[in-house]
């Protein structure tokens, strides 16, 4: 037997929260790679930000060995966010376990996930896990699952993750019915790299899963997209730690430290061969991911923007899916405007930023691509509120294919709320007898915000979601402004349907009210479409009281000197800039409070 023939290379993929790193910690307990005392829960999580949330974040790397054979497992993130992350880990593997919880069945990134794998071509290896609950219902979300695939409910795996029930069946299957990897062992040597991460000490580290040939340390190699060209200093495989080897060969899973500086040197998705005997084609990369949603992100020090750019270079290596670019602001000075794959994307870039570069950030509020043709008749796509033209002819904005699943109680609740968006209706289908599909057409625009909370608090938590964006539909948008006594605050400025316009500004004025400190002189906070002020507050001056001295005695003498306060007041008003605190910036600009109507 050839050694490419005792290897399986797999991928774990499910919903969210259906125990796809529980069921990775006992692949490592059963399988002895990890001892007893090395154990310990969502070991593949490597971040704190993944073992504090409860969530995978990064796909991650492992090879353990069972029974003669070696695997190299895969384990991804569950959340729609990470898509990205779960298609590339795929296209370094010949299978897949589709995990399901046997009380939830199938949700909606199941769904997803299993249609990813389909695409790719994967083995898959279906698997209901958490039978040990005392709401589990096995045969059923086996038959769903079997279902979905075209696969016997008998071939259906049941287990638990959490005790370890049933998963040396799981380890035996893959050997049984995942295939080997192919390749050629005696070809030029060609690797994909699927992720990599930046080590502060020994440069870039790639992740690379080997096609053909054999990679040995200290060779050159050439990554062949990029040209750029560098000595291995050092193979190995993840067992979890880092584990050097001599060799990596094809059909294999490892690392390659480069020993690269500049992270701009080496790219996601290149083919790295040998600088010496290069291969003639290099492999099918991964076609480029588009960001859905952008925001600004402004080092609260502007002192610190060097550091900032250099922070977002080095995380755009270990997150290829971030996108970023320079941006000015008047009010905020130099930052970037950054493109994400949603609010938790969003989330967790800062959090990694300001944790594990230690920077302090302030984030604009979110907002989706709009294509906006002038009334000359240019065609411009717009990343930021600020850029939005004035003279506008037409506007399209992104939509998504929302497919929720939810107990079929809440139907209505999830229809209610996706007309209130703007939705429109595409199909519904019965899962089971409780279980609904509901799919719609949403506006993006209408769900960066708040509707991801909103359909749990109205149904109780129960709704699984997953979308796909579909294209661009016309829209009647409009850009709201919000001017500071007579000044714009373009960092302020967001892009809004022109029926909740009117809402959304009152209540931006009204939060930059409360937030804004008073002046010594009546500062006006006003919301406005072009030229058409829609919404105002005032943010009454702080008096002195010149009155104190008066105990009674002539009302002239009082009068005299609260119009000599109002003179004062007036050239005051005159030359007065009103100073915004980053308060202000942080409350009006919060996901959860500044909100919508």
Not at 199 to 225: I, K, L, T, W
Not at 233 to 248: D, N
């Amino acid at each position: 037997m050839s050694s490419l023939e005792r290897i399986r290379n797999f991928s774990i993929v499910a919903h969210i929260d259906h125990g796809k790193s529980t069921l990775a910690d006992r692949i490592l307990e059963v399988t002895r790679t990890l001892s007893k005392r090395e154990m310990r829960a969502q070991v593949l999580d490597s971040m704190d930000l993944e073992r504090e949330r409860g969530i995978t974040i990064k796909a991650q790397a492992v090879r353990v060995g069972w029974k003669g054979y070696q695997l190299n497992l895969i384990d991804t993130p569950g959340h729609v966010d990470f898509t990205y992350e779960v298609s590339r880990a795929l296209q370094a593997c010949e299978g897949a376990l589709l995990v399901v919880d046997a009380a939830q069945g199938i949700q909606a990134q199941t769904l997803a996930n299993a249609y990813l794998a389909l695409e790719n071509d994967l083995e898959i290896v279906p698997v209901v896990n958490k039978i040990d609950l005392p709401q589990a219902d096995p045969d059923s979300a086996a038959a769903e699952i079997a279902e979905l695939i075209g696969e016997d409910p008998a071939r259906v795996l049941r287990i638990s993750a959490k005790t370890g029930e049933g998963v040396e069946a799981v380890l035996d299957a893959i050997v049984e019915r995942v295939p080997p990897p192919s390749g050629e062992p005696d070809a030029p040597p060609r690797a994909l790299i699927f992720d990599s991460a930046y080590d502060q000490y020994r440069g870039v580290v790639a992740f690379v899963r080997s096609v053909d040939g054999v990679f040995r340390p200290r060779e050159r190699v050439r990554a062949m997209a990029q040209g750029t060209t560098f000595e291995t200093e050092e193979l190995g495989f993840f067992s979890p730690e880092r584990s050097p080897t001599q060799t990596l060969a094809a059909g294999e899973v490892g690392y390659v430290i480069t020993g690269l500086k500049d992270v701009s040197r080496l790219r996601v998705g290149d083919t790295l061969t040998s600088a010496g005997g290069p291969a003639s084609e290099p492999l099918p990369g991964y076609k480029e991911v588009k960001p859905t949603v952008f925001a600004g992100l402004f080092p609260t020090d502007s002192d610190e923007y060097p550091e900032l750019r250099d922070a977002l270079d080095k995380l755009k290596l270990n997150d290829a899916s971030l996108f970023y670019e320079p941006e000015t602001s008047q009010a905020l000075g130099f930052g970037f405007r950054c493109g994400f794959l949603g609010l938790l994307h969003m989330e967790i870039v800062r959090e990694r930023l300001e944790r594990e570069f230690d920077l302090d950030l302030l984030v604009t509020a979110p907002n989706v691509a709009y294509r906006v043709l002038t009334k000359a008749g240019e065609e411009v796509e717009v990343h930021n509120p600020a850029e939005f033209p004035r003279e506008v002819e037409r506007v399209e904005e992104p939509y998504i294919r929302a497919t929720t699943i939810v107990p079929k109680e809440y139907v209505g609740a999830v229809m209610e709320l996706n007309t209130e968006r703007r939705g429109r209706f595409h199909h519904m289908e019965y899962l089971s007898e409780q279980r609904v599909l509901l799919a719609y057409d949403l506006p993006l625009g209408e769900v960066v915000y708040d509707y991801y909370d909103q359909l749990k608090s109205r149904t109780k938590g129960y709704a699984s979601f997953d979308y796909d964006v579909i294209g661009f539909h016309e829209g009647e948008l409009v850009r709201v402004d919000i001017m500071l006594a007579g000044d714009l605050v373009d960092a302020l400025s967001v892009i809004v349907h022109r029926e909740g316009a009117y809402a959304r500004a009152k209540a931006l004025v009204d939060r930059l009210r409360a937030e804004i400190p008073r002046q010594m002189f009546d500062v006006p906070v006003q919301a406005a479409i072009g030229s058409r002020i829609i919404a105002r507050e005032t943010i009454k001056a702080r008096r002195k009281d010149v009155l104190a001295k008066c105990y009674g005695g002539d009302i002239t003498r009082k009068r005299k000197l609260i119009e000599r306060q109002k003179k004062g007041k007036k050239r005051m008003k005159q030359v007065g800039t009103v100073e915004v605190p980053q308060e202000a910036f942080l409350a009006v600009l919060d996901l959860n409070g500044g909100g919508r109507s």
